[in-house]
């Protein structure tokens, strides 16, 4: 077995092939470099090894819910490009034109996106913009990863989006409790995915949001 499928053994049932894993490192190294002079994720996460599985992993696995049958894809809080960045190199390598929207308020992280998406020649379109200002948006799979709380998640897609597909969004230890109590106010379809990263963690697929009143 080659030595960089032995980087990512939790990928090992995504059949992820050589050259989406190639770019995974060389995003890495991009990542750390630019971690020097910005501070995009903490220092602790970005050595090798606690990097690939808290970031890059955990961000790749969403790939089962992501609609890969839209035109575009949209991360409304991009930060170092997961997980937008990390989807974007899964889907080049399927050979799919889906262009994805990163959002990110920050001029350095932007920056940052953007040099990224050009070495790596990515489909991407790095807004830098707050996300809560934009208006009329339409996306195909929107996603939310180490954002902001599942309600105003929800309040954003419903109040700043025309048409979207469904909504990713990373859950953590606490999640059941607030998924418990956002239910109270919002109603929308959902689908639960055990985070392969964390054992007390899980994803959201997301449909139909809509308030409750």
């Not at 997961?82 to 190199?89: C, F, L, Q, W």
Request: proline share 2%.
């Amino acid at each position: 077995m080659e030595e960089i499928f032995k980087k990512y053994p939790l990928l090992k049932d995504q059949n992820v092939p050589r050259e989406t894993l190639t770019d995974f490192e060389l995003f890495i190294s991009m990542l750390q470099q630019a971690n020097e002079n910005i501070n995009i994720i903490s220092k602790e996460t970005a050595k090798n090894e606690i990097i690939r599985e808290r970031h890059i992993v955990d961000s790749a696995q969403i790939i089962d819910f992501v609609d890969l049958k839209c035109n575009t894809i949209t991360d409304i809080g991009s930060g170092g490009g997961m997980p937008g960045i990390i989807i974007s190199i899964m889907i080049k390598n399927k050979n799919n034109s889906i262009k994805s929207c990163l959002y990110e308020k920050s001029h350095h992280k932007s920056s940052f996106l953007r040099k990224v998406s050009r070495d790596l020649k990515l489909n991407t379109e790095v807004v830098q913009e707050n996300i809560f200002e934009a208006q009329n948006l339409e996306s195909g799979t929107i996603m939310a990863r180490a954002f902001k709380p599942l309600p105003i998640i929800l309040d954003l897609v419903y109040k700043n989006f025309s048409s979207y597909k469904n909504l990713i969004v990373f859950m953590g230890k606490n999640g059941e409790k607030v998924l418990e109590k956002t239910l109270i106010n919002w109603d929308f379809d959902f689908a639960k995915k055990k985070s392969v990263t964390s054992e007390d963690s899980f994803l959201l697929n997301i449909k139909n949001i809509k308030k409750r009143h």
